[in-house]
């Protein structure tokens, strides 16, 4: 199995990347480290806790991280699309503290423990990265693969029309991570968009026997009205559930390119994830598009401790 160190900022599909990571037998989730973005670092750190507990997995450590980007200040999450307390307003309790180390030291600490064998899953902005690779440049030999969700690189963006969230919410932290020379998979829009949970996925979790898929279940439906309100349909996509399975191994990318990418950073197209000609620049493998059923195994996995703890 495959050690694995998650960046989040959980977040509805956060939680259930979160959920199907802790499902999949060929990972072994080391550490979660939190950022801010669709909620603070702190209280995404809470909700991750809290969902570790439903699952019986308080033992996997959790580090709070950045509050605030590298450029400026935390912006107050996005409670139109994750609720107001990120995990669309559905009540979470319990959990383990989160441990005294930051998210960028455990990154570090882990890369160290882990030499070229650690696997890095960032979905939330990269913040945590940013900061870890000033307390060590030479983590990108140290880390085997970094799968990033975020970007929109042939496609418009979610959060202007140049840019995506995770990328938009600290571009300075993704264009230091895209030019330090990790071996990046890049899960953008792109992609992510082509891939769907609706409200009979919803259904299935929630009528589940298992408090922590109920959640995601009531989760999921709250994330679909959201994006009823702007795509005009009752499905919605699964961005971090997907870079999850595509770092797994358990989604194959169908399409990719590998190119340079720069982050804007200047105001109207900031955040914008662009190919850059430029020689020597380190590639970025992006992922345009993923096996047709990649949303189903993926519930399958999500459900997969669900069906354990379901009445008979
Ligand atoms: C990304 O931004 C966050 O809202 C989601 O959790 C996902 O990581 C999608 O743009
Ligand atoms: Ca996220």
Redesign the pocket.
Known sequence: SVSLYLD??T????ALALTYLLNTPAVDLVGIGTVS??TSSEEAAVNTAALLALADRSEIPVAVGAHDPIAGSYRGG?PD??GSNGVGDVALSGGAAPVAETAPHMIVRLARTHPGKLDVVA??PLTNLAKALELDPTLPNLVSTLTI??GAVWVPG??TAAA???IFNDAEAARRVFRAGFRINLVP?DV?LQHRFDDGDADLLARTGSDLHIALGQMLHRYIDFYESVDFIRRA?L??PL?AAIAAGEVTPTQIREVPLDVVLESANRGQTVPVDTPGDPLVRVIVAAQESAATVILDRIMASAVRTAPS
């Open positions: 989040c900022d977040g509805i599909d956060d973005g669709n996005a699309v994750h979905i939330g969700m975020g979610n959060i995506e969230a995770n829009l992510t996509p961005h971090d870079a």
